[in-house]
């Protein structure tokens, strides 16, 4: 039981880490961006000359870095959820409506990233590019699709730990 | 099935699943999908499981919301409240309730460089709550103003409730920054003459400080000064028409960061802290406006808006009146929901009404801040008086409430003059417009 309950609190360490890790990466990357945006407006300001390419690229690395701070919600569950049922009908039945939630929010992120792989699918076939730069569209949405793969695996440790908790009995 | 009813089976089953503890982001996206299934077939619904998240993901507009979230984090790193409380304070302070006037002009001048209402009151607590306290100020009074400083944070540009609004509803996020300037500082007024009216009242809870004398003011005032150059650069940058709103929030993010950096403050720690959060909080808003565009795709799809429009245009009420019951009902919802949550769930049925009734979506959407920062206040979630709670619970939560009532009654008297003087706001758009 002790091993257990051990081995699934390294199980939501690693998660942890690792989606953090993931989201530091996507704002740093959402930084840069703003940095060059910034350096384009002050160039369009002041010397009429914007740097080309930042708006047309800008948009793909916007949905990638902020793709990257998906899986870090559903490891922290910080989600907003309203807890009335855990108050009406008690910690267990809570217990057990955060686990059936949990495997509800996998599904939809994994019915999400199936759809994310069909559209970037879409796009490299249509060999779509971006209007200024011709930077191809479908790998920035093949690597959304991606991340959103790691969340349905990072959710999926979340359902273990939710089921975890419901399942286990009360300490004396 | 008629439209009225596909809509209310939605919500219906939309409050099931969020009383079944399903987060309500994920609980919009569940109910969008399958109610447009069954009117569509499941080939289409599935489709905008990408379509719609993919729009809102590389729109730049809504990246703003991130941007300035980590300017918030990186100017409380920098520790701006504290600098911008003691500049108030220093010229403030020796009035009766002069402090309490200083968490007000201060909380509004941080709001301008920090994105969220919750932040804005928890970095402020912790530079005047001590300090109000210390002097001798009680305690329902010090956090009812804390919080009431807070939520002005909602009113005051940069936004992120009107910046949620404007992309979902579908409005230039610059028009609803300049509606706001003239309620913000209604706003503030109010709070200010709420103070007036307490301490007139009951003078012993806010005694008078010691006046400080030029060379401290002038300290202060320096010691401010890079909070102001980021204010004016933001302010400045926006209003002028400088900066695009998505430049501005660049401008902020970059501008914050490398002041918190030049004055040492942002060691690895805070910096790990705050990334963390501002990640946090992205995505929490992201799945929500996620959810809430899906559901929108299905109450549009069902024509829901439109049946209760032909619904509520058979009503010989006079407009005011509908606008007024909609404001009850959403205090109401907010008494057990999330107003931000409250407000984009309804917004796809109700703003097609309002618009109908002759009202202005911008008008509209300053009318849903104030809603919501009223909510933040208000028993029995009042998100910001459980933050001041968790900071300081020695203090209980009624003396916070009781504290909180003179300005839950001063945003009731600006909710009723925006509500009958839609001008309030709109004016100075329609102003610089033309």
């Known amino acids: ?172 | 099935m008629s439209p009225l009813l596909i809509g209310a089976a939605g919500i219906a089953a939309l409050l099931l699943l969020i009383l079944a503890q399903v987060p309500i982001g994920v609980a919009m996206i569940i109910v969008g999908v399958v109610g447009y299934a069954l009117q569509a077939g499941w080939g289409p619904a599935l489709t905008i499981l990408a379509s719609e998240p993919s729009g809102l993901l590389a729109s730049v507009d809504l990246a703003t919301v991130p941007l300035f979230l980590l300017m918030g984090t990186f100017a409380s790193a920098a520790g701006f409240s504290a600098d911008i409380y003691r500049a108030a304070a220093a010229f403030l302070g020796h009035r009766r309730g002069g402090l309490a006037y200083a968490t007000i002009g201060g909380c509004a001048a941080f709001g301008a460089v920090c994105g969220s209402s919750t932040a804005t009151a928890a970095t402020f607590a912790k530079a005047a709550l001590p300090e109000m306290l210390r002097r001798g100020y009680a305690e329902g009074f010090t956090t009812g103003t804390i919080a009431a400083g807070g939520t002005l944070k909602s009113l005051i540009p940069p936004s992120i409730v009107m910046i949620l609004y404007c992309i979902v509803s579908r409005t230039f996020i610059f028009d609803l920054f300049l509606a706001a300037v003239v309620p913000a500082l209604l706003a503030i007024a109010l709070n200010l003459a709420a103070i007036w009216v307490v301490v007139r009242l009951d003078p012993s809870v806010a005694p008078r400080g010691e006046r400080a004398v030029l060379g401290e003011r002038l300290a202060a005032l320096k010691g401010a000064a890079p909070a102001l150059a980021l204010m004016a650069a933001v302010f400045g940058g926006l209003y002028s028409g400088i900066f695009t709103v998505n430049e501005a929030a660049s401008v902020a993010a970059v501008l914050s960061l490398a002041f918190a950096v030049a004055r040492g403050r942002l060691d690895r720690a805070s910096l790990w802290r705050g990334l963390r959060e501002s990640a946090s909080a992205t995505a929490m808003i992201y799945l929500i406006i996620i959810g809430a565009s899906i559901f929108t795709y299905y109450m549009t799809l069902a024509r829901v808006p439109e049946a209760l429009i032909g619904a509520i245009g058979g009503l010989a009420v006079p407009p005011v009146a509908i606008v007024a019951f909609l404001l009850v009902a959403y205090l109401i919802l907010g008494a057990v929901f999330d107003e931000i949550a409250a407000m984009l769930i309804t917004l796809p049925f109700v703003l097609p009404i309002i618009e109908k009734l002759g009202y202005d979506a911008v008008w509209w959407g300053i009318i849903n801040v104030v809603v919501v920062e009223l909510g933040m206040i208000i028993p029995p979630i009042g998100i910001i008086v459980f933050v001041l709670h968790g900071l300081a619970p020695h203090i209980a939560l009624r003396t916070i409430y009781r504290g909180v009532l003179p300005f839950i009654v001063a945003d009731l008297v600006l909710l009723g003059l925006l509500t009958l003087v839609p001008d309030i706001a709109l004016a100075l758009p329609r102003a610089l417009k033309a």
């Open chain 1, 1 to 172: 039981m002790a091993a257990a309950s051990s081995r699934l609190q390294r199980l939501e360490r690693v998660g942890l880490t690792l989606t953090r890790a993931l989201s530091v990466v996507g704002l740093v990357a959402l930084m840069a961006l703003a940095a060059m945006t910034l350096a384009d407006g002050l160039a369009r300001w002041l010397a009429n000359r914007p740097i080309e390419g930042v708006r047309d690229a800008g948009a793909l690395i916007v949905a990638v870095a902020v793709a990257c701070c998906i899986p870090v919600v559903l490891m922290e569950r910080a989600n907003i959820t309203i807890r009335v049922a855990a108050s009406v009908f008690g910690a267990r039945v809570g217990r057990a409506l955060d686990a059936l939630a949990a495997l509800a929010v996998a599904a939809v992120i994994a019915a999400m990233a199936w759809q994310f792989m069909v559209f970037a699918g879409k796009l490299a076939r249509a060999g779509e590019t971006t209007w200024v730069l011709k930077i191809p569209v479908a790998p920035f949405w093949y690597t959304v699709a991606a991340i959103l793969w790691l969340a349905v695996f990072v959710q999926g440790i979340v359902v273990i730990l939710d089921v975890a908790r419901a399942v286990r009995r009360p300490g004396p």
